[in-house]
Every structure is written in structure tokens, then in C-alpha cells.
């Protein structure tokens, strides 16, 4: 399908953007990259609100689409962009391959909703948390650990997570894992099939170049502590106030 207008992409550099980013560059679907400030806390902005109400990134906007179409959570973008641009190569077409087509989606929900949180928490209690609180630190490295298990099983008989082809599972999986660096204790002794994915998937032109990018972008501006005030607009969100 032709693309006559850019999408518009809202974000900053973070694992749930990068797997869009991973997408559009994959199809080669022209974009816009919208950079949020998210510690100044533009997520929470009446204009970004009526693209995702959520306040989360990343979120787009198709204006291809009649009256255009605002898409939230990176799951759901994944899948609508593997459906309306992607020609069943990144998502199968379930009318064709109903089969594979859950497939996909089953590992695509599976990150979306034990992998991302799992390693999210972590990091937040790891990294953001002002105490280190033993409980949860252990309750999520295990979780983590058990749900890295899961992968490496799975990854022992095929390249990719489901099967040979790459998709868009594999998008939103490796947004995360490639992160596991930062956890030393998670070693490619341990989980070698594991690692040798992370390389394949890295090696694929459209991830290297998203990649690459966030990694020179952090070293020019490496990640600063949180000031109080970010502190606040980050991780003090209740519900409550105007403010969300
Ligand atoms: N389930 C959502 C999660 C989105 C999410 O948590 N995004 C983070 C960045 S990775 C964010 O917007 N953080 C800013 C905030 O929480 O205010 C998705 O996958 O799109």
C-alpha cells in the first residue's frame, strides 16, 4: 500500500518507542519523530492527550486514514502497522494463516504483558527507586529470570520467536532484551540461544540503524539523576489531580 503522508510518531528514546521505530524502518514507512520531554512532562499535555489518552509513549498518528487515526500502546501499533502496511509478512493474515497469525500475536501479548512490565519494574526499582527495597528486587529478577527461561527454550529449534520469519513478536521483544546488559546476571552461559538471537536480531539493517542511533544518542547525552520536580511528574502520578 502506498503511503502518501507521513506518520507521525510521538516518543523519546525509550524500549516501548524503539519497537515502533523498528517497525516504520522495517517497512520503510515515512515518519515524523515527535520527541517528547517526558521528565518535563509533555506526555501529560492536553494536545498529546487527545493523540493518547494514556499519557504513555509511544502513540502515532496515521493521516492516511479518513479523518485520520490516533493509535496508543506499542502493541497495538505494531500490530496495526504489520496489518495495514506490512503485506502479512510481519503479521500473518489470520483469513490465510490463522494459525500463524496467533502465533504472533500470542508472543506479541506475551511481551506486552509479563516481559515489558517485568523488566520495567525491575529497572524502576533497580535504577529510580530512593531505596533499595529487597523484596521487590528479588520478586522481579525472578520473574525476569523465569520469563527469559521461557525464551530460551522456545529459541532453542528456530531463529526467530515464531519460526523462521521475522515479525513483529520479535520487535517487541527485542525492544526489551536488548537491554539485558545492564544485568550482568543474566549471561549468554546461561541462556545461549538467547544471546545468539539478540545478535541475529541486531544484525538486521532496519534494528541496527534504530539501535545504533539511541546508543549515539545516549552517549552524547547520557541519562542525568532525577531532579525532585522529574521525580514528581515521572513516578508521582495519581489520577488525581488536573495534572493526568
Ligand atoms: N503499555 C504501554 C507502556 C508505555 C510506557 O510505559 N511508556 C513509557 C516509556 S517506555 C512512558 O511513556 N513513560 C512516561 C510516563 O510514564 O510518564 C505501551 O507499550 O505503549
Keep these: 500500500m502506498s503511503i502518501a503522508k507521513k506518520i507521525e510518531l510521538y516518543g523519546a528514546s525509550t524500549p516501548n518507542v524503539h519497537k515502533v521505530l523498528f517497525a516504520l524502518e522495517e517497512l520503510n514507512i515515512p515518519y515524523n519523530f515527535n520527541v517528547l520531554n517526558l521528565r518535563n512532562g509533555d506526555q501529560f499535555s492536553e494536545e498529546f492527550k487527545k493523540i493518547n489518552p494514556n499519557s504513555k509513549v509511544p502513540a502515532i498518528f496515521d493521516p492516511n486514514v479518513e479523518g485520520g487515526l490516533a493509535v496508543f500502546e506499542s502493541g497495538n501499533i505494531l500490530q496495526y502497522l504489520a496489518t495495514r502496511y506490512g503485506n502479512g509478512k510481519y503479521l500473518p493474515n489470520p483469513t490465510t494463516d490463522i494459525k500463524g497469525n496467533t502465533q504472533v500475536l500470542g508472543w506479541l501479548y506475551w511481551q506486552m504483558s509479563g516481559l515489558g512490565p517485568t523488566q520495567g519494574n525491575l529497572n524502576h526499582f533497580n535504577k529510580y527507586a530512593p531505596e533499595k527495597i529487597e523484596y521487590a528486587l528479588k520478586r522481579y529478577s525472578n520473574e525476569l529470570s523465569r520469563l527469559l527461561h521461557v525464551l530460551e527454550k522456545e529459541l532453542k529449534d528456530h531463529t526467530f520467536i515464531v519460526g523462521d520469519q521475522y515479525t513483529i513478536a520479535d520487535m517487541a521483544i527485542y525492544g526489551w532484551i536488548r537491554y539485558l546488559y545492564m544485568y550482568p546476571e543474566y549471561s549468554s552461559q546461561e541462556f545461549p540461544n538467547l544471546f545468539k538471537y539478540m545478535d541475529r ?6 534494528v ?35 495534572q493526568n
Excluded: H, W, Y
Excluded at 201 to 206: A, D, F, G, K, L
Excluded at 222 to 240: A, L, S, Y
Design 208 to 242: 541496527n540503524k534504530v539501535v545504533t542511533e539511541a546508543e549515539e544518542d545516549l552517549k552524547k547525552d547520557p541519562q542525568k539523576p532525577f531532579t525532585d520536580e522529574e521525580r514528581k511528574i515521572m513516578f508521582g502520578q495519581n489520577g488525581k489531580s488536573n
Design 201 to 206: 536480531v541486531r544484525s538486521i539493517p532496519s
